[in-house]
């Protein structure tokens, strides 16, 4: 079956330290927040995300055919999750985050930090829902020893966002709904994303994320009373909109992808929190587009347990401290055209 689908066992680099590239995709989610606020004091939450979301999948034209290709293959479940990817995780999930990104940013600048942390801060739950949807939807199953090392990445990341969490309470709640939405959706995608895995490539996976979500998102743009429609726009918001399409959305998402595919979706959701990981250095950065945080001692050190414990994780991968279904192995997206 392997030898007419054209699938064999990859064993690269990103194979053997996939944990670690996942905490290197979700470290490039950081990025976001150097572009995002400076767009949502200009444009709506449906707004921003469309014209992300376009600029991203227009990338993925010179893998047209193949990804096409791959998807007359896959099977309706695969397909089904695709969809689900594209509508909820990226679609739905990234407008509720931009939303809360913009109540943030519309308080004064002195308390904006303190909400910011707040909305980040609630990241840290995103492993606890992948975890559970894990278990619940792949039957995965974590051995003892997982958890220790586990809630040591998950206090790592903890460090880190308190290390600057300056409370504003008045943004706090409104935002803080947002994005938990946002949250229970992204550990959704986590899951699903590992199952459609098994039956496309990485590349189709990361191509299809985005080419679903735009029908949704235009239709979000229009519906939704007081998104703004398609004014607003103007050629200096390029900058801000390239930044989050290259680096957050196509370079860490294509790599993400890619270790999942090496990764159980229970690993990949603690591997996940070197995002948080990454904001103090965002957060460090000079007006206007960071808030000139001095660097704390418990960020730091809350970076090097992370680090520790994603590398732990890593190496127990090999010991199989997780089990349950494993999907099938990757059809490879630079597969003969032939095939």
């Not at 809630?151 to 994005?179: C, D, E, H, K, S």
């Amino acid at each position: 079956m392997a030898a007419q689908t054209g699938t064999r066992e990859r064993t690269g680099l990103i194979d053997r330290y996939s944990a670690l590239f996942i905490t290197v995709a979700a470290a490039m989610w950081a990025a976001d927040a150097y572009f995002r606020p400076t767009l949502t004091r200009q444009l709506s939450a449906s707004q921003i995300v469309l014209v992300e979301d376009l600029l991203i999948s227009l990338c993925f034209l010179p893998v047209a055919r193949r990804v096409t290709r791959e998807l007359r293959r896959a099977p309706w479940r695969t397909l089904l999750g695709l969809a689900v990817i594209g509508v909820g995780p990226q679609a739905i999930a990234t407008v509720l985050f931009t939303q809360s990104i913009s109540i943030a940013t519309a308080v004064p600048r002195a308390e904006s930090p303190g909400v910011l942390s707040e909305v980040y801060l609630l990241y840290l739950l995103q492993p606890v829902f992948g975890a559970g949807m894990a278990w619940l939807v792949l039957r995965e199953r974590r051995r003892r020893s997982f958890w220790p090392v586990a809630g040591l990445a998950l206090g790592g990341a903890a460090m880190i966002i308190f290390a600057t969490n300056q409370a504003a309470p008045r943004a706090q709640l409104v935002a803080a709904a947002y994005v938990l939405g946002a949250v229970v959706l992204w550990g959704l995608g986590t899951v699903v994303g590992r199952y459609t895995l098994a039956g496309v490539s990485f590349a189709t996976t990361s191509a299809m994320r985005f080419v679903v979500a735009l029908p949704v998102l235009l239709i979000l743009l229009v519906a939704t009373p007081g998104s703004g429609g398609f004014s607003g726009y103007s050629v200096s918001q390029l900058p801000a909109f390239l930044g989050i399409a290259l680096i957050p959305g196509l370079i860490a998402m294509v790599l993400y992808y890619r270790a999942l595919s090496s990764t159980r979706a229970s690993v990949s959701s603690f591997a996940e929190l070197g995002y948080p990981a990454a904001l103090f250095l965002v957060f460090s950065l000079p007006a206007p587009y960071g808030y000139a945080l001095p660097l704390q001692p418990l960020e730091v050190a809350g970076a090097v347990v992370l680090v520790a414990a994603v590398t732990w994780l890593n190496l127990m991968m090999r010991r199989d401290v997780v089990t349950g279904s494993q999907p099938r192995q990757l059809r490879l997206a630079a597969e003969p055209s032939g095939q």
